[in-house]
T-cell receptor
Framework: EDKVVQSPLSLVVHEGDTVTLNCSYE??????LLWYKQEKKAPTFLFML????IEKKSGRLSSILDKKELSSILNITATQTGDSAIYLC????????????FGKGTKLSVKP | ETGVTQTPRHLVMGMTNKKSLKCEQH?????MYWYKQSAKKPLELMFV???????ENNSVPSRFSPECPNSSHLFLHLHTLQPEDSALYLC???????????????FGPGTRLLVL
C-alpha cells in the first residue's frame, strides 16, 4: 500500500531553535515530493522536490530529497512563533495522471 | 480577489439537507481538486478535474457530487450526508497534471462542514 509517513507528529521548540522535520514514503512510480505549511486553514505550498540531493531554500526554510532513502527533510533555522503550523508532506506518484498522497503532518509549536 | 476562494466558509446542515460548496480559482489554472480533511487524518483526495473533465474519483460516496462547469469553477453538491462527513473540505488548483506541475497545488481556505 502506498504511504507517506511524517515524524515527529508534533514538536515544541523555543524561538531561535533549529528544527528538522522528516518525511518518508513508499510509492510506485515516484514523481515528486512536496512540502506544505498549514496554519489555520489552507495549506500553503513551500517546496517541490524531484531530484535527489539538491537542496531547495527559501529564507530560513530548506528541504532536500534522498531518493535512495525514500525520504526528505524540512529544516527551519532560527525558528519564530510565526513558524507554528502543521507541516504537510505529500508525494506525487503514479501513471500518466499521477496522484498525490499526503502524510498526517507534523504539528510544530514555537514558544516565545 | 486573487488565488483560490471557497464559499461558504462554514456550513451546518442536517442529514436530509441539500447544499453546495463552491470553489473559484483566479490563477488561470486548468486542474481543480476537492480534498477532505478530517481530524487526525491525512488530507484525502476526493475528485480531480482537468480542463473540466473528471479524471479521478477516489471511491467517494455518491452523496458527494462534483460539478465543474469551466476551468475556473468547481462545485461539490452535498445530499443526505452523515455526521462522519463533518470535516474541512478544501479546494485546490494547479496549472496542469503532467510533468510535475500537478504538485504545485494552490489551496483555498476551505469550508468547515458540520453535519448534524
Amino acid at each position: 500500500e502506498d504511504k507517506v509517513v511524517q515524524s515527529p507528529l508534533s514538536l515544541v521548540v523555543h524561538e531561535g531553535d533549529t528544527v528538522t522535520l522528516n518525511c518518508s514514503y513508499e510509492v510506485t512510480n515516484f514523481r515528486s515530493l512536496l512540502w506544505y505549511k498549514q496554519e489555520k486553514k489552507a495549506p500553503t505550498f513551500l517546496f517541490m522536490l524531484t531530484s535527489s540531493g539538491i537542496e531547495k531554500k527559501s529564507g530560513r526554510l530548506s528541504s532536500i530529497l534522498d531518493k535512495k532513502e525514500l525520504s526528505s527533510i524540512l529544516n527551519i533555522t532560527a525558528t519564530q512563533t510565526g513558524d507554528s503550523a502543521i507541516y504537510l508532506c505529500a508525494v506525487n506518484y503514479g501513471g500518466s495522471q499521477g496522484n498525490l498522497i499526503f502524510g498526517k503532518g507534523t504539528k510544530l509549536s514555537v514558544k516565545p | 480577489e486573487t488565488g483560490v476562494t471557497q464559499t461558504p466558509r462554514h456550513l451546518v446542515m442536517g442529514m436530509t439537507n441539500k447544499k453546495s460548496l463552491k470553489c473559484e480559482q483566479h490563477l488561470g489554472h486548468n486542474a481543480m481538486y476537492w480534498y477532505k480533511q478530517s481530524a487526525k487524518k491525512p488530507l484525502e483526495l476526493m475528485f480531480v478535474y482537468n480542463f473540466k473533465e473528471q479524471t479521478e474519483n477516489n471511491s467517494v460516496p455518491s452523496r458527494f457530487s462534483p460539478e465543474c462547469p469551466n476551468s475556473s469553477h468547481l462545485f461539490l453538491h452535498l445530499h443526505t450526508l452523515q455526521p462522519e462527513d463533518s470535516a474541512l473540505y478544501l479546494c485546490a488548483s494547479s496549472q496542469g497534471l503532467a510533468g510535475g506541475n500537478r504538485g504545485a497545488q494552490y489551496f483555498g481556505p476551505g469550508t468547515r462542514l458540520l453535519v448534524l
